[in-house]
């Protein structure tokens, strides 16, 4: 869907992350996939794994957002069968080249070759098949939330088999020494040097939006890719409907 240049719409999973859970927002509709926190929230590859399966089985792509500190943290949930990776606090264009280079094999990268987990289904796709298949499907995301990524996006963006940039603004905010100045001029200024490195090496980018102005505005600015909503982020406006639709009975 990103490289026929459609808007798409993701949903991130982490705190609340069971299987049950991926196949009702499926079967709800109107997102294409499933992010999946482990950076945050610490998720194991044994729940990686039934979240992917759950959402193949509604239709629904996965990636999942990771701290990138080596090889082994990118290569495992490829082999848990997500479909691909996002790398936080990538501060680099070296940084990146690392996760690419961990996330795909030769000629692409050096992944590690196995083939027996998930994503090569046991060791019943011939290796050739896997390997090439691999390579074609893996998507890799890097995620720009740092001001030091900011200054590097062009080289970021550059890199082949880099498939999107995902700007973080609480951190990127963070960063700037402007924590949670969501409007501030100089955040916008960030959003938009992002922007221009994507549109100009062509890669899409993606973002969490504040709400649906904010989504608006960076739609206008060419974001292909929106976040909207969190597990917990979801029971909280859940919880809070409830409580003052029956708020008045005495």
Not at 17 to 26: D, N, S, Y
Not at 154 to 175: E, N, R
């Amino acid at each position: 869907a990103l490289a026929d240049g459609e808007l798409t719409r993701v949903y991130c999973v982490g705190q609340l992350c069971a299987p049950k859970f991926v196949e009702i927002i499926g079967l709800q509709g109107g997102y294409d996939a499933i992010w999946l926190d482990q950076e945050h929230a610490g998720l194991s590859i044994q729940q990686i794994e039934d979240a992917c399966r759950a959402a193949r089985g509604v239709g629904l792509d996965t990636f999942v957002r990771l701290a990138a500190t080596d090889y082994a943290t990118v290569m495992r949930p490829l082999e848990a069968g997500a479909g691909g990776v996002m790398a936080a606090q990538v501060k680099s264009a070296k940084e990146a080249a690392d996760v690419v280079r961990w996330a795909k094999f030769h000629p692409q990268g050096l992944r590690g070759i196995n083939g027996s987990g998930v994503d090569g289904r046991y060791g019943t796709i011939p290796m050739p098949e896997y390997l090439q298949t691999a390579n074609d499907e893996v998507f890799v995301a890097i995620q720009i939330e740092h001001i030091d990524a900011v200054n590097d996006v062009d080289k970021i963006a550059a890199l082949k088999y880099v498939d999107m940039l995902f700007i973080g603004p609480a951190d990127l905010s963070q960063s700037m020494g402007l924590v949670a100045s969501w409007d501030h001029p100089e955040i916008w200024r960030a959003i938009e040097r992002v922007a221009k490195a994507a549109r100009d090496h062509g890669v899409p980018w993606a973002i969490l939006p504040r709400n649906l102005a904010y989504a608006q505005r960076c739609v206008d600015l060419g974001c292909k890719m929106l976040s909207l909503g969190i597990d917990t982020w979801t029971v909280q406006r859940g919880l809070k409907t409830f409580a003052e639709e029956y708020a008045g009975l005495r």
